[in-house]
């Protein structure tokens, strides 16, 4: 057994074991899992992709005279307003009301981030202590007095895989799928992904310290539609979505090449983010979960062009099978591709290492862990007033 105190000191003193956690599989494969709890203090995991539930608080200052804006424009990005009087929330999906889905929430976050000045349109309801209806101004993010990047639903634990068995292409979060089962898209880091690591929610929690897109960034708890209870394989590591992340960080201490606006072709506007988490390895049940590999972490192949809820699937493809760049269905091979960047989630998960390995990022164990036991409901469906008899309730 090892503890938080003991690794940070070793970390501190530069004695600090730490690798990647495609490098910890390869000693785990070499010398066995006991050697990994052994000589390996700390993982570091990553995923870089395109996660909508993301945005970002502004606090602009006050104008002279003062308004409390009431609606709010960012580059002709809508944010919301029903804050106090110069605060704001932008997120990341927010659509641009003369661009469209060229321009959005996300991209608004970059160009802050890139430090391009941004349009800052306001309107508010005329009071006495805030005389003034409207603004309009530029701001930076050197201006801003916070920009807080908190995102309700970062990092999924796993997700699923999709694909399309119309007659016609589709146009969906998961990207372009192609008519008649023509590809396969996924968007998980397999084992680099940080969830995957840590499948029974063992070291990540609420204030877990982590890289988030460029910069330092905490895990405030878990993500909303946060569903631990799902089937899981015998490794524990479960078989679809499961758990998810809340984060925030400060935008300003971030790097545009880990926190990206993009456009999904057809569909709408969403925020790339750039997520590393180290996992101390505390004893051999982490250093077995941190030693998992691809051909080891399953997940389920959804038909998206049922427009259901509960969509058919086409069984179960592991990350080896999909980072190949083909997968059988039906007997016949269909080409995959990711959603997400594992060549950037190599890159964050590097840089993590070698800030822990030059004692410039300690551990920090979180004040409780991710809850096991919540359960994703879905809406309630709307009741079919045709069969009430006229009855309304």
Known sequence: MKTYEEINEKIKQGKAVVVTADEVCEL??????????????????????????????????????????????????PAYAGLAAVDAYLGATAVSETEGIQYGGGHVIEDLLSGKPIRLEAEGCKTD?????????????????????????????NYAAATNSSSRTLHTYMGTLLPRLGNVAYSTSGQLNPLINDPEYRTIGLGTKIFLGGGIGYVLGEGTQHNPNQLRAANKVPLSSAGTLMLMGDLKQMNPRYLRGATIKKYG?????????????????????????????????????????????????NYQELKSGSVQING????????SSLFMAKEIAAILKDWIRRGEFFLVEPICLLPRDTRLKPLPQKEDESKKDGLKL
């Open 28 to 77: 785990a494969e070499a010398e066995g899992i006991k050697a990994v709890a052994e000589k390996v203090d700390v993982v570091t995991t990553a995923t870089f992709g395109p996660m909508c539930s993301s945005g970002v608080f502004l606090n602009f200052g006050h104008a002279d005279p003062p308004i409390k804006m009431s609606k709010i424009w960012l580059n002709n990005v």
């Open 129 to 157: 202590c805030y005389p003034a209806e409207r603004v309009s101004v530029q701001i930076t993010l050197d201006s801003l007095n916070q920009a807080i990047l908190l995102n309700p639903r970062n990092a999924y634990q």
């Open 269 to 317: 506007v969403s925020l790339m983010v750039g997520i590393g988490i180290p996992i101390p390895v505390l004893d051999e049940g982490i250093a077995e979960s941190v030693s998992v590999r691809d051909k080891d972490i399953y997940t389920t192949i959804y038909d998206y062009s049922v427009e259901k809820l509960s969509r058919p699937t086409y069984g179960r493809v």
């Open 332 to 339: 016949n091979q269909v080409p995959t591709n990711p959603v």
